[in-house]
């Protein structure tokens, strides 16, 4: 099974790290994914969220404001200005979507862009109750 590395980070430390099947990026021209093998690029990041499929299969969202992502063949690097781990195993998942979408809406970007990462959130809300 082909997989890559993945790490998000912000100037407050390192939000994820691991091995990934795939990554859905919010660029500022539009969504795009990113498989292992994937050409070289750098990318500015809208506000979004950023879809992850790790190797073991699980998807985990991280709602970014905006940054920068470098992907290589092997490896795909976000830095952040800001992000939160919505989907995570650890902790209360209502406070990370609250987190989240409080961190969404503080972003300077776009109301349309804003308002497409708010709906994104407020739908893994729905389904997870």
Known sequence: MNT????????????????????????????????????SLVSLLDTGVITIETADGKEIMVAINQGY???????VSCVV?????IS????????????AKELLQKAQTSDVAIAAAVSKVESIKKKSY
């Open 4 to 39: 890559m590395k993945l790490e998000i980070v912000t100037p407050n430390g390192l939000i994820y790290e691991g091995d990934v099947k795939m990554v859905t990026l919010p660029g500022k021209e539009g969504e795009f994914g990113v498989l292992p093998g994937h050409a």
């Open 88 to 99: 995570d195993e650890e902790g209360s998942l209502s406070e990370r979507l609250s987190e």
């Open 81 to 85: 200005d800001g992000a939160v781990l």
């Open 69 to 75: 992502v470098k992907v290589d063949e092997n490896k």
